[in-house]
């Protein structure tokens, strides 16, 4: 799986009917996702933190800097709408979030898992590293009909770390797979505690 120009709108969706349902915690589940379109995760992260905090850094080789920052899907109710159900109002800035990795995260979906760790909005599982790709290159090509890969670019998490070769490293490492009545067992209340302490520790 990956990120698709719907993506960022079917999570909004998604979260609002489980928030008019009366959930109050989340499970953002990231294992397997390759990345994909790299605005949908931008808009992803602005439902979860403020518009306009950053998400990652983009470091050309010229040594120009440029941080990009979230921002909420086409058509979303802000947070101060009034005129909206309040299930349907983003970003969610309180309830506690799990997001799951594994190996297989890649590229943007390790950029928002990052950011959202970063941020200490979430807390991050998994049973390893995530993938490590956080490149920007380009195919240029040759006189003979051939191409060449050159890099061009590399992504930052909004504290500085690199991705590349190195990925999202979990909070929490689990070994079994949590998928299924797994998910039932999730201690959420763990879960706001240590976003709360990684907060306290930014202060």
């Known amino acids: 799986s990956e990120f698709n ?13 489980l928030r008019a349902d009366g959930a109050q915690a989340f499970v ?7 990345g994909g379109i790299f605005e949908s995760a931008l808009e992803t992260a ?11 850094g983009v470091h050309d080789r ?16 802000p947070a101060a709408s009034s005129s909206s159900p309040s299930s349907t109002r983003f970003p969610l800035l309180d309830e506690p ?3 799951l990795v594994d190996r297989e995260s890649a590229s943007s979906s390790e950029i928002l898992a990052a950011a ?3 941020d200490c909005r979430a807390v991050i ?9 956080g490149l920007i290159q380009g195919v240029f090509g040759l006189p003979n009909g051939g191409g060449i890969i050159v890099t061009v670019a590399e992504y930052t998490t909004p504290r500085d770390r690199i991705i590349q070769a190195r990925g999202v490293v979990p909070d929490v490492r689990f070994t079994r797979p949590l998928w299924g009545s797994g998910l039932a067992r999730v ?13 306290a520790e930014q202060l």
């Open 187 to 199: 201690d959420f209340g763990e879960v706001a505690a240590r976003t709360k302490a990684c907060k």
């Open 46 to 56: 602005g439902l979860f933190i403020p518009p306009g905090s950053p998400v990652v």
């Open 97 to 99: 979030l799990l997001v």
């Open 62 to 77: 010229k040594g120009n800097s440029e941080t990009l920052a979230a921002r909420l899907p086409s058509g979303t109710n």
């Open 28 to 34: 953002l589940d990231l294992r397997g996702n390759h």
């Open 125 to 133: 599982a998994g049973p390893s590293a995530s993938y490590g790709k």
């Open 5 to 17: 120009s719907q993506s960022s709108q079917r999570v909004r969706d998604s979260l609002a009917s």
């Open 116 to 118: 959202l760790q970063d």
